[in-house]
């Protein structure tokens, strides 16, 4: 009897289909930042906070060392959306903060009024060497 083969999927099919719905996400973000959010629809995006081109200050940073969700519901500015990513404007103890999320860092999208949510698994970030000066 002949052992089974092992299937290699090389059209990475699991990478596709998570590209994909990060696009949802890319378009609910390009609508809010064009029309506003139309009712109660708001927002809880998680991201890994030291994946690669994820920019947040350092006191953000310091807070939350490996991931942070962030609410998109009244209090936001600047929302402004690319293909790779989206940047916006919060307000963390009363101190305006610019954030830069590529679409890739995220691993949750959760708008509690539609009761929707994606889950996404992502590549850990690298760990920074802790011994620097």
Excluded: C, W
């Excluded at 609508?31 to 890994?48: K, Q």
């Excluded at 989206?86 to 999208?109: D, H, N, S």
């Amino acid at each position: 009897m002949s052992e089974p083969t092992m299937i290699i999927d090389q059209m990475d099919y699991a990478g596709l289909t998570q590209n994909a719905l990060r696009g949802v996400i890319r378009e609910a973000l390009r609508r809010a930042a064009d029309e506003g959010l139309p009712g109660e629809h708001h927002f809880y995006i998680t991201f890994l906070t030291r994946a690669n081109g994820v920019s947040i200050p350092a006191d953000l940073l310091a807070r939350y060392p490996y991931d942070i969700t962030i609410v998109l519901q009244h209090q936001y500015q600047d929302l402004r959306v690319a293909d790779d990513f989206f940047r916006v404007t919060l307000t963390f103890g009363g101190a305006p903060k610019i954030l830069t999320v590529p679409f890739a860092a995220i691993t949750r999208f959760h708008d509690p009024y539609a009761q929707f949510m994606l889950e996404f698994e992502a590549e850990e970030p690298v760990a920074e060497d802790e011994d620097e000066p």
